[in-house]
C-alpha cells in the first residue's frame, strides 16, 4: 500500500487502511459518538461528532428535535399567555359584582379583583 499522506510504502492486511501506522495516527483520533458513545476514528482535517452508523439517521433526528422544538415553543407561549387580553376583558364584564348582587356579590368582588390583576400582570 502507498499512504495517502507521507507516500511511503507499507504493508497492511486492512484493505480499508489509506494510511501507514504512523501517519494513521498523525490523521485520525479517536471520537466518542455524541449519539451512542461508541468511539470512532475521525480525520482530524474533517471532524466529526456521529460516528457512520449514526450520520446517516441525523437528518431524522433534526426533523424530530426541529417539531419538538415547534411544540414546546407553543406550549411555552401559551403557558405565559393563557387568557388573551380579549378574553380576561370579556370575564371581568361577566364577573362584575354590579352584575351579582345578593349571596354572589362577595365571590363576583373577588374573582374580578383576581381578574383585574391578571390582566395587569399580562399586559
Ligand atoms: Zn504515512
Ligand atoms: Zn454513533
Redesign the pocket.
Known amino acids: 500500500m502507498i499512504?495517502l499522506?507521507?507516500s511511503?510504502h507499507f504493508y497492511t492486511s486492512n484493505a480499508w487502511k489509506n494510511?501507514?501506522p504512523?501517519?494513521f495516527n498523525k490523521v485520525f483520533n479517536k471520537i466518542r459518538c455524541r449519539l451512542c458513545e461508541n468511539e470512532f476514528w475521525s480525520n482530524r482535517h474533517k471532524p466529526k461528532f456521529f460516528c457512520s452508523d449514526c450520520s446517516s439517521e441525523i437528518p431524522l433526528i433534526i426533523d424530530q428535535l426541529e417539531f419538538k422544538v415547534e411544540r414546546l415553543e407553543y406550549e411555552l407561549e401559551f403557558k405565559e399567555n393563557p387568557l388573551s387580553q380579549t378574553k380576561l376583558i370579556e370575564l371581568i364584564r361577566l364577573c362584575h359584582p354590579d352584575l351579582h348582587q345578593g349571596p354572589l356579590e362577595v365571590l363576583a368582588t373577588d374573582v374580578t379583583s383576581w381578574l383585574l390583576n391578571l390582566r395587569r400582570r399580562a399586559s
Do not use: A, D, L
Open positions: 499512504c499522506n507521507c511511503g494510511y501507514c504512523s501517519c
